[in-house]
């Protein structure tokens, strides 16, 4: 079957549309002519893989990371980066209408990243023995099957070449007794910390001699277990100090997060007298610059070891009107709706699965103001939908390429009552 790529569907396929129906063809580019081959027919849609590239798209571009056809890291690769941010602007807005039946809401430019590659200062790699050797890698496209890796282009220079090294490494050690699960590695722009995970259920100790062999090599040296110590290590965001660890959440491209809080304490509008809760509030991201220009500010994590590296951050910046409470959000609502809490402006920025549970309870505090940071714009849809029809209007939306050669999309909403 012939057909052309009109746009892209949030996670990387093509769309097209023919007879009526609708086909998400994997590898599919915007104005792809293709011959494809059907693999799963649903009746109304079918998703399909390219079968020939007839007509190939004038933003279709070689890939620069040799293993881009089989790891599962990035999608975009072959595609142009103006054509890039272009239809991930169009994913946004088509999600929020067809999710969230919000049309013709303002939702501005997408913000680039300043680094198409090179720009993520945190990985998480699987780790696995098999014929003789460790590997290093991602999961496949589509699959939980594992590609090789010893290098990649997306990450920072300084986190790349440890990935190298740590790969050398273990390729020249060649025991397949080390437990060794996963490999976290992070930058700070100066130097790579390093935490090593070791199986569900072992011990991290039997990970020691490995963790000897690291500290070897000034590529490697800052390396700690998962477990019995994790090292962490301080970093610099808008002049603010932070301490955070590799397995700690964090945004992973240092520039789009700056630009991303800006835009929070830009909309914010604070002044000595606004109160703020921060849900999701992590190591503090948004939470100290919101302190810092507010009256108090109260920051809602359930991650115990995120909480204190919160409290550990705001007490390098000499930040005293902020709370941060080990809970999750939901029951921390509750709590505060039940305490009769009223806050001028609250900030959350939840995980993929959006904030569906806590929409109720989080009108019920009767913010002037919510500032929504989503990950995912079918969540995001969804929820400011369940908000629009509470009393809440979409005042703007300004997407975020947080994540260049992905299908990913960073936003942030503001909504007023």
Sequence with gaps: MQIEIESLAFGGAGIAKKDGKVFFVIGGLPKDVLEINIIKDKGSYAQAVIANIIEP???RIEPSCPVFKLCGGCQLQNLTYPAQLREKEHILKETMGRIGGLHNIPVEPIASSPKEFGFRNKVTLSAWFYKGQWHLGYNQKGSTRKVSIKSCPISEEIVDKTITKISDVLSSLGDPHFPLDKIHISSNGVKSQITL??????????????????KRHQETENVSIAGIGETGFEFSILGNKFMTTPSAFNQVNSSINELMINTVI?????????????????????????????????????????????????????VTNIVFQNASSEDAITILNDQEEKFDLVVLDPPREGAKEIIDGLVKLDPEKIIYVSCDPATLARDLKKLDELGYKVVKIRPFDMFPQTFHIESITMLSK
């Design 197 to 214: 995970v070791p199986v569900h259920n072992r011990k991290g100790d039997t990970l020691k001699t490995l963790h000897r062999h690291l």
């Design 266 to 318: 830009e909309w914010a509008e604070l002044n000595e007298n606004t109160t703020v809760l921060d849900l999701y509030s992590g190591i503090g991201n948004f939470s100290i610059p919101l302190a810092q220009a507010s009256k108090e500010v109260l920051g809602i994590e359930i991650s115990k070891n995120s909480v204190k590296l919160a409290n550990k951050n705001a007490e390098l910046n000499s």
């Design 57 to 59: 798209s004038p933003d």
